[in-house]
C-alpha cells in the first residue's frame, strides 16, 4: 500500500521513511490497529440491490459460539412523510467507495466495542414500502457491548457512507432527501452558506 503525506512523498508499508511527516505515521498506525480489530470472515458486507434477509444477517453474527448477544437493528421503508403517501425509497450509491467505508465503519466498531462478528448489509435499487433498507448486526458475549455497537453503526453509517435516498411518493412525484447526519454534506452546507454571505 502506497500512502502520500502532505510533503508528497511516498511510503511503501513495510519500509518506513524518515521522509513521512507525523501525521501519516497516525494513520498507518490507526489503519494496522483497524486491521487487527476483526477478521474479514467475521464480517457480512454487502451493498447491492439484492440483500441478505434479516434471518441470514442475525445467523451469519451468532456463529460465534463465545457470543451470549446479538443485537439487530432493521431500518425499513415507511409509508408517509410529512402527509405524503411514500410508495418507495429508491437508493443509490458508488458501490466500491460505500463497501470500503461501510468496512472501515465496521472495524471501528470492533475496535472500540467487545463485538465478534458484524453484518452490514445496504439496499440499493428501490425499496418499497415495509421491505427493509438497512441491516446491521452484532454478536459480543455480553448484551451491552452488541447494542452500544449497533447503534454506533446506524450513526455513523448514516452520517458517512455515500448512499443517497430518493422518496417516490403515490402521485408519482419524488424528493432527493438529504441526510442531515452525513458529515460530507453538513460541511458542504456550511461552506454553502459561508460563500452566500
Known amino acids: ?9 511516498l511510503f511503501v508499508l513495510g519500509s518506513p521513511s524518515s521522509d513521512l511527516c507525523f501525521a501519516c505515521f497516525r494513520i498507518i498506525d490507526r489503519m494496522s490497529d483497524l486491521e487487527s480489530s476483526i477478521a474479514d470472515d467475521s464480517l457480512l458486507i454487502q451493498v447491492s440491490e439484492h440483500i441478505p434477509s434479516v434471518q441470514e ?31 418507495k425509497l429508491s437508493y443509490e450509491g458508488y458501490v466500491p467507495m460505500a463497501k470500503k467505508e461501510l468496512r472501515l465503519l465496521c472495524r471501528e466498531a470492533a475496535a472500540q466495542f467487545d463485538v465478534r462478528r458484524i453484518a452490514a448489509v445496504h439496499i440499493l435499487g428501490d425499496c418499497p414500502v415495509g421491505q427493509p433498507s438497512v441491516i446491521l448486526a ?37 424528493a432527493w432527501k438529504e441526510n442531515i447526519e ?16
Open 1 to 9: 500500500m502506497i500512502i502520500s503525506c502532505q510533503h508528497i512523498r
Open 57 to 87: 444477517c442475525h445467523n451469519f453474527c451468532a456463529q460465534d459460539t463465545s457470543c451470549g448477544a446479538v443485537a439487530n437493528f432493521v431500518g425499513i421503508t415507511r409509508d408517509t412523510f410529512q402527509d405524503k403517501k411514500v410508495v
Open 138 to 174: 452484532a454478536s459480543s458475549p455480553h448484551r451491552k457491548a452488541a447494542i452500544e455497537a449497533i447503534e454506533f453503526l446506524i450513526d455513523e453509517l448514516k452520517a458517512r457512507i455515500p448512499i443517497w435516498k430518493l422518496e417516490v411518493y403515490e402521485n408519482d412525484e419524488s
Open 182 to 197: 452525513w458529515h460530507e454534506g453538513k460541511k458542504r452546507r456550511v461552506m454553502t452558506k459561508a460563500t452566500a454571505n
